[in-house]
């Protein structure tokens, strides 16, 4: 199973398909655009990381999945039982309104009893199947004496198709059968999109949390095994080879080596780490094996201690209420007095005629009609989070999309937000030729970060790296080897005697010869800038705030223009920083995805993080942009503003169409015909509105 | 009206068919990606028949 966040056409699929194919030991290999993964069948003994590898190699950005997403399948399956509801409610409703059309153009007495009856045979089963999800979901919440969307249509269902054989038995004129199939039918299509929306998102995330692999190397006497990092204990010894990330905190028994914090504190470079230095879990070993003796496992972490502070923020924020829900708060209420109103109402100007006053309140209740309420906010996050997940984003949370409507202030993260987190060499034009192919021979064996941008950058102008020998990497100092007789170095300034400049910097040193410096940058994200003005052109506030060193934050900020920016600050500086912004009545948009963002994450009103972000700083933000690029968040602010501005005016359609239809149904005017009619049009309407959103730029 | 006798069973018997082709299609898995298929048909790859897993 690999994840492909980025096929999004025909040409795509193919190519992914055919490109597997051509690997040895895979069977076949099947895309699923709508999930964005690739289901690849292989003999034993393929690797899925090396399949993974092969398509980002072709040009399709791709992780390894974990296969065992049990998950996955169980939402699966709950998708297609609410779809088999939803056909049989189809079915029953189109029959029904077959014999319901027949009786509405004229048929009369035995002619009309028979219909109902047949009608009745047909609805009831249908009924009593296909709207179970609401009975169920509105009796928990009469259980717990709560009143939820669900109570409302439950009981309208049960008393149209109630009333309906009671006026069957006495060869009554209105029966209500089409309209209890047509109520289920509409409102199982809008939970079925509902759910298929949330199916999506939630196993992509899942997805997310299945890239991380949990595993760390124990040493143990005779050698070392693979086990999961729950099962370490304290003061196990473990290695962290180069390129890994860190399982444990821990103390450095032996090796040196350089560590990546950036994920934890912000600062975009490598730090030295050497027997008896700490490191924390989650930070990235780049150049040399070391073996760390365990400190604190799993749960006591400085990456779960992290986490804690995330999820005291968390809860104020849970108290959002949707717009869906603040809707049936009203909405509840409101009817069920109506119909009350209406029945008491008529009992007592008919004098005590039960049946006919029954008969009104049950028509109020039906063409009230929750339909257009019910699909009003499913069909438009279903088209709005659709058209967002094309564009490679994943809304996580049901009101996500709400939130981010309101944003009017966007706080980035600079290093592996704004900036690759990666640097960038400069000064590749400065160099001679001669050099920069010695460069390139020492870089390419490399993991460290500096010489993997050496590598990139002579590669990218055609470079092939010199013939050297004896290359040895010194953990935490550089590259060294021979390279025509002559000792050639690339690494530290102290280490190859060299000037340090002021700035990112690695120097070699070619002989006896002066060393020269390589200068790097920051390399900006794709689509950084392209974000950052759309949201300033959304009419936003943009602050850059970062742990990084003052001079880098400010290079960053000035290459994107914004103004505003702050620079070495710590998880609860940043946190505070929002939470003053969120005080002075600014809704907050956070971007970040380190550790030292999370709790800031959690603080602001809505917020994102790229997929690169470290689980903790994904789990809690509500969208995830799942490609590299971080373009489509103007696109996300524009088409969520849309979204809410449709689900308004699905709620006012409502609004208007029961203003006309409650006073008719009040006045006991309402027909089953009149019923069928407001409750398909109505929903049509609504579900129009909504596809808007889909076929407009 | 005796018409009715067997247009009734007829409409309902239509209206199943309809449901179990539904039933079917739902069964072979044709709505797990309703984004690739649409796209798919603009490849020049068929597939034989419908996947099986």
Redesign the interface.
């Known amino acids: 199973m690999l994840s492909l966040p980025q096929v999004y056409?025909?040409?795509c699929?193919?190519g992914v398909?055919k490109g597997l194919t051509t690997q040895p030991g895979v069977r076949s290999a099947?895309?699923?655009?709508?999930?964005k993964r690739a289901?690849v069948e292989v003999d034993q003994d393929v690797e899925p990381e090396a399949l993974a590898d092969y398509l980002t190699g072709i040009g399709f950005e791709a992780y390894e999945l974990d296969a065992g997403a049990l998950m996955a399948t169980e939402t699966?399956k709950r998708s297609?039982e609410l779809?088999?509801r939803l056909?049989?409610a189809?079915?029953g409703m189109?029959?029904v309104m077959?014999?319901s059309v027949a009786v509405w153009s004229g048929a009369s007495d035995a002619?009309r009893d028979?219909f109902h009856w047949?009608s009745a045979g047909?609805a009831l089963p249908i009924v009593a199947f296909s709207a179970q999800p609401f009975f169920t979901s509105a009796w928990s919440a009469l259980r717990v004496k709560r009143l939820n969307m669900d109570v409302p249509i439950s009981l309208a269902i049960l008393l149209a198709a109630g009333m309906s054989v009671y006026e069957t038995m006495h060869s009554g004129e209105h029966a209500y059968f089409d309209a209890a199939l047509s109520l289920t039918f509409f409102l199982l299509a809008g939970r079925y999109l509902d759910h298929r929306t949330r199916a999506v998102a939630r196993s992509a995330a899942e997805e997310l949390a299945a890239l991380e692999v949990p595993r760390a190397h124990r040493i143990v006497e005779g050698g070392e095994e693979v086990v999961s990092v729950a099962d370490l204990a304290i003061g196990d010894v473990v290695r962290v080879t180069p390129g890994n990330r860190v399982p444990v905190d821990g103390m450095v028994e032996t090796g040196e080596s350089e560590v990546d914090r950036s994920f934890l504190t912000g600062e975009s470079l490598p730090i030295f780490a050497g027997p008896g230095d700490m490191l924390n879990a989650g930070e990235v070993n780049l150049t040399g094996p070391l073996t760390l003796r365990v400190a604190a496992a799993g749960k006591d972490t400085a990456l779960h201690r992290m986490a804690d502070l995330v999820a005291i923020a968390e809860t104020a924020r849970n108290k959002y209420t949707g717009l869906a829900d603040k809707a049936a708060a009203i909405y509840a209420p409101v009817v069920h007095l109506l119909a009350l109103g209406a029945f008491m109402a008529w009992l007592v100007i008919t004098g005590g005629d039960v049946r006919l006053a029954l008969n009104i309140a049950v028509a109020v209740l039906i063409i009230t009609c929750p339909c257009a309420l019910g699909l009003a906010v499913p069909a438009v996050t279903t088209a709005a989070s659709g058209r967002l997940f094309k564009k490679g984003m994943l809304l996580k949370s049901a009101t996500a999309m709400e939130r981010l409507a309101d944003v009017d202030h966007v706080v980035f993260d600079k290093t592996g937000t704004l900036t690759e987190g990666a640097p960038k060499l400069e000064n590749l034009g400065d160099h001679a030729e001669a050099d920069l192919v010695v460069a390139l021979g020492l870089a390419q064996g490399s993991a460290h970060p500096l010489a993997q941008a050496i590598a990139f950058a002579a590669r990218g102008e055609g470079l092939v790296p010199a013939a050297l020998t004896d290359v040895r990497e010194v953990p935490g100092h550089g590259i060294e080897a021979l390279w025509n007789g002559q000792q050639v170095r690339l690494g530290r300034a102290e280490w190859v005697g060299a000037h340090v400049l002021g700035r990112t910097a690695t120097y070699l040193k070619i002989g006896k010869r002066p060393a020269v410096a390589f200068t790097f940058t920051d390399a900006l994200r794709d689509g950084a800038k392209e974000a950052v003005t759309a949201q300033k052109a959304a009419g936003c506030g943009v602050t850059l705030i970062s742990g990084d060193a003052e001079e880098a934050v400010r290079d960053v900020a000035f290459r994107l223009g914004i103004d505003d920016f702050r620079a070495g600050m710590l998880p609860d500086g940043k946190v505070a920083e929002v939470e003053a912004l969120a005080a002075s009545g600014k809704r907050v948009l956070m971007v970040g995805d380190g550790l030292n963002d999370t709790a800031a994450l959690a603080a602001a009103h809505v917020s994102i993080s790229p997929a690169s972000a470290l689980e903790a700083a994904r789990v809690v933000s509500d969208i995830v942009l799942l490609g590299k690029s971080l373009a489509p968040l103007g696109d996300a602010l524009l088409t969520s503003r849309k979204a809410t501005r449709r689900i308004k005016e699905n709620f006012g359609i409502a609004a208007t169409y029961n203003a006309i239809a409650i006073p008719v149904a009040l006045l006991g005017f309402a027909t089953p015909l009149a019923a069928a009619l407001a409750m398909s049009a109505s929903s049509i309407m609504v579900t129009l509105n909504a596809l808007r959103l889909k076929v407009g730029k | 009206?005796n018409v009715?006798v067997f247009l009734?069973p007829t409409?309902?018997f239509l209206?199943?068919l309809?449901?179990v082709f539904?039933?079917w299609t739902?069964r072979s898995r044709q709505?797990?990606?309703?984004?690739?298929d649409a796209?798919?048909?603009?490849?020049g790859?068929y597939d034989d028949a419908p996947?099986e897993?």
């Open positions: 056409c025909a040409a699929i193919v398909e099947r895309v699923n655009l709508t999930l289901t699966d297609r779809l088999m056909g049989v189809f079915f189109m029959n077959l014999l002619t028979l047949v047909i | 009206m009715l009734i409409s309902i209206g199943l309809g449901l539904f039933l739902m709505y797990d990606d309703p984004a690739g796209q798919r048909i603009l490849s790859i996947p897993d």
